[in-house]
């Protein structure tokens, strides 16, 4: 029964959003303008929610660009969210093609940069560092800098440093999809090692096999929505009927509907997202009220602050004036 185990991380009404298409300029422009409602947002997730408890393992699917690495990102610290709520019970470890790693350190070195960032002693980093190193495959290229990587090396590295934290949350961006057959092997080994053990694993995957083979439980992602979750089985099930759905399409009809979703992704907006918490009989009159709060999250002052700022401004300027005629 899910309600006996540990919860290990919930989402409510997760949210993210990317400013659209404006020069660094024109941003810095649009802060400093009392007039401006700022650049156009993209809202990359739209008030994602779920439950995930101690012992899952949670396969992440959806189209290219639905939100998977935002969501990820955002479990893993990488990233915040716009507004919404996120708890976490646990040390989490992102296992990502190259996330987190400096391109100017060497392999060795940024083993060591990120395991402080885990909290681990030199001492302990040092006892440990010849099996990572051996782990990664890398050879003499750990001496090398990370930004003369390869691809597969960078994940061999990225992987081999995460697996070697002992997380309790996992959190794995289609690692198994890059690196030579002999390390994905040995990858999925230590994956289902992790599984085992009982860890928390989300993992993100195009290949509805390995999202079979891997999961138990499945979260579809669609345009920044939370299209469903459930067992793995009936939702890969319905999103595989959805691709072939959708691969059935014409050239044309294809890209009207994509772009019609893209663009239902810059309309959406706070008042929206606030009537889908108001709605959300599953939610407590206190929960409604505290996940409505902050939801305009920007970097824009209302007007009502820029007339604080100039009053202020004002004043003070009033204040130096008084001292320095009369002292
Ligand atoms: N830094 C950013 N600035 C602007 N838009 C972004 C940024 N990061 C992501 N996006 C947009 O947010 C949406 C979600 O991207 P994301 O990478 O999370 O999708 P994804 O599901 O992981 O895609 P894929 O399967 O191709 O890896 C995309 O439309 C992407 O263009």
Known sequence: MPDEKKLKVSAKY??????????????????????????????????????????????????????????????????????????????????????????NLTGRENIRLKSLMMGRTNKEIDEQMDEIVEFSDLGDFIDQPVKDYSSGMKSKLGFSIAVHQDPDILIIDEALSVGDQTFSQKALAKMNEFKAQGKTIFFVSHSMRQVRDFTDKTIWIQYGEMRAMGPTEEIVKDYEKWNSWFKGLGNKEKSDYQKQQKAKQVSFNEQELAKRISNDERLSAEDKQRLSTHLAVGDYLPVTSWVVLAAATVGFLFTIYQYVMWG
């Open 14 to 103: 997760i949210t993210k959003t990317f400013d659209l298409g404006k020069t660094k300029s024109e941003k810095i422009r649009a802060i400093l303008n009392p007039l401006s409602k700022g650049p156009q947002k993209f809202w990359a997730l739209k008030g994602i929610n779920f439950d995930v408890y101690e012992g899952d393992v949670v396969g992440i699917v959806g189209v290219n660009g639905s939100g998977k690495s935002t969501l990820l990102n955002i479990l893993s610290g990488l990233l915040l969210p716009a507004s919404g709520e996120l708890t976490i019970n646990g040390e989490t470890s992102m296992l990502t093609i190259g996330a987190g790693l400096r391109g």
